[in-house]
C-alpha cells in the first residue's frame, strides 16, 4: 500500500501522507512499524491507535460497503471469475471517495476525542 498505492494516489505529495492503519496483527508487528519508521516515517504508530474503532478506519467508514454492494452486483462463479471483478470494480473505483474518506479522517478522530471515545456517526 505505501510503495504503490500512495503514489498512485497523492503523486509526488504521496510522502507528505500520513498512514493510519487498523489493529490487523500485520499491521502491529514490530517489523511492520520498524519498517514504516524507515520508509514512510509519517504514520501513527501502534500506540496512538485507539481499539476497535470502525469509526476511525477509512476502509470500515466508507469504502468496504462500496465495494461488497459492487462485488454482490456482479456475480462471480469461479475463481478466476472473482479475480477479474475484483480487479474490474478496483480498477474503476472512484478514486475521489477514497480520497474523500481519508480527507475526513482528522475530523473524525477529533470528534471521536472530543466525545471521549464514544461512537461516531458522522454523514
Same mark, same amino acid.
Given at each position: 500500500?505505501?510503495?504503490?498505492?500512495? &503514489? $498512485?494516489?497523492?503523486g509526488r505529495a504521496a510522502k507528505?501522507?500520513?498512514?493510519?492503519?487498523?489493529?490487523?496483527?500485520s499491521?502491529?508487528?514490530?517489523?511492520?512499524?520498524n519498517w514504516l519508521k524507515v520508509n514512510h &516515517? $509519517?504514520?501513527v504508530p501502534?500506540?496512538?491507535?485507539?481499539?476497535?474503532?470502525?469509526d476511525l478506519a477509512p476502509l470500515d467508514y466508507a469504502i468496504n460497503g462500496i465495494l461488497k454492494k459492487y462485488l454482490a452486483d456482479r456475480k462471480a462463479t469461479t475463481i478466476p471469475g472473482?479475480?477479474?471483478v475484483i480487479q474490474d470494480v478496483c480498477t474503476n473505483f472512484d478514486l475521489r471517495i477514497i480520497r474523500k474518506s481519508l480527507s475526513s479522517w482528522q475530523g473524525r478522530v477529533q470528534k471521536m476525542l472530543d466525545r471521549m471515545g464514544d461512537h461516531v456517526e458522522i454523514d
Amino acid at each position: 500500500m505505501v510503495k504503490e498505492d500512495l &503514489p $498512485r494516489l497523492y503523486g509526488r505529495a504521496a510522502k507528505e501522507v500520513t498512514v493510519h492503519f487498523d489493529s490487523a496483527k500485520s499491521h502491529a508487528a514490530k517489523y511492520t512499524q520498524n519498517w514504516l519508521k524507515v520508509n514512510h &516515517p $509519517r504514520f501513527v504508530p501502534e500506540y496512538h491507535w485507539m481499539a476497535n474503532s470502525p469509526d476511525l478506519a477509512p476502509l470500515d467508514y466508507a469504502i468496504n460497503g462500496i465495494l461488497k454492494k459492487y462485488l454482490a452486483d456482479r456475480k462471480a462463479t469461479t475463481i478466476p471469475g472473482l479475480s477479474k471483478v475484483i480487479q474490474d470494480v478496483c480498477t474503476n473505483f472512484d478514486l475521489r471517495i477514497i480520497r474523500k474518506s481519508l480527507s475526513s479522517w482528522q475530523g473524525r478522530v477529533q470528534k471521536m476525542l472530543d466525545r471521549m471515545g464514544d461512537h461516531v456517526e458522522i454523514d
